[in-house]
């Protein structure tokens, strides 16, 4: 169905409007990050700086461990993401393409899990992170040290899996038609092997979709790095950027500078990946 002119420009004109009201966030950051330290002190509110201070950035990196910082978010970003893949999709396959008894009630109660805020469940974990045997200077009853906190198992582990990434990876095996299992066991070939040879390679938009929101979370993440961690050696960019947090206020034209640089692998991940990214979004939402 063809649309009229007015209806195009109509639409055109609404998605412009979303472009502007999403980008104007970003634009506001720029700016703020352009302004010199007088400009605050005065009380100022324009929206452009009246001087532009591109070493601002500079000045943002030379406050705190920032190599320290971004190592320690690529590593947990990085083994949470590749660990998750895996896990989610071998879950999703499961319950997507295996039948055995107590399927659907398995599933619906870790779905159930999803209603569940992250804070409610937050004690409980810290202290089975705390308990862990034989870890932290704890014995073998799980007493007497720190266990995980301030290491990067606290901060992988219970990112490892989730009922949104399970739930995504089921709904887009289910479209697979039957035919393909049944090849795969006339073969010989089981479960393992027909997730590894055959369904894997051809979840490239799964892996893109799923692999993007993971990595968007663990990367932001502030929470929980709050909780488990206390050393410096230990920090993650979210938490460093409380730096720029002082007795006599915050530095926002420096703590601006270094959000924009923090969020600049967010961006580029999803400029690589968006093709892949909407091609699952679509396709997963086919059968429900």
Do not use: C
């Amino acid at each position: 169905m063809r649309l009229t002119k007015i209806e195009q420009s109509s639409a055109y004109a609404v998605l412009v409007l979303i472009s502007a009201i999403t980008v104007l966030p970003l634009l506001i950051a720029f700016f703020t990050s352009m302004k010199g330290d007088a400009e605050f002190s005065l009380g100022a509110v324009n929206l452009l700086p009246d001087a532009w201070h591109w070493d601002n950035y500079a000045k943002a990196l030379q406050m705190g461990d920032w190599p320290t910082y971004f190592k320690n978010s690529a590593v947990v970003t990085i083994a949470v993401v590749a660990g998750s893949l895996l896990i989610n999709a071998l879950a999703g396959f499961t319950f997507a393409r295996i039948a055995f008894k107590g399927n659907v009630p398995i599933f619906l109660t870790m779905l159930a899990g999803m209603m569940v805020p992250a804070q409610v469940v937050i004690i409980p974990q810290f202290l089975i992170m705390k308990s862990i045997p034989l870890f932290g200077g704890n014995d073998w009853l799980g007493a007497g040290g720190n266990g995980w906190l301030d290491s990067y198992y606290a901060l992988i582990v219970p990112e490892l899996a989730g009922a949104f990434g399970i739930f995504m990876a089921r709904q887009f095996y289910l479209q697979f038609p039957k035919a393909l299992d049944e090849a795969a066991y006339i073969d010989g070939a089981g479960y393992l092997r027909l997730f590894f040879a055959i369904y894997l390679p051809q979840s490239g938009p799964l892996v893109a979709t799923l692999g993007i929101f993971k990595f968007v979370s663990v990367w932001n993440d502030f929470f929980h790095p709050l909780i488990y961690t206390n050393s410096e050696s230990m920090r993650t960019l979210q938490l460093g950027l409380q730096v720029f947090r002082g007795e006599h206020g915050v530095q926002y034209n420096l703590l601006m500078a270094a959000s924009l640089l923090v969020s600049l692998p967010i961006i580029v991940m999803f400029f690589v990946f968006q093709k892949q990214f909407i091609r699952s979004v679509m396709a997963s939402s086919v059968k429900g």
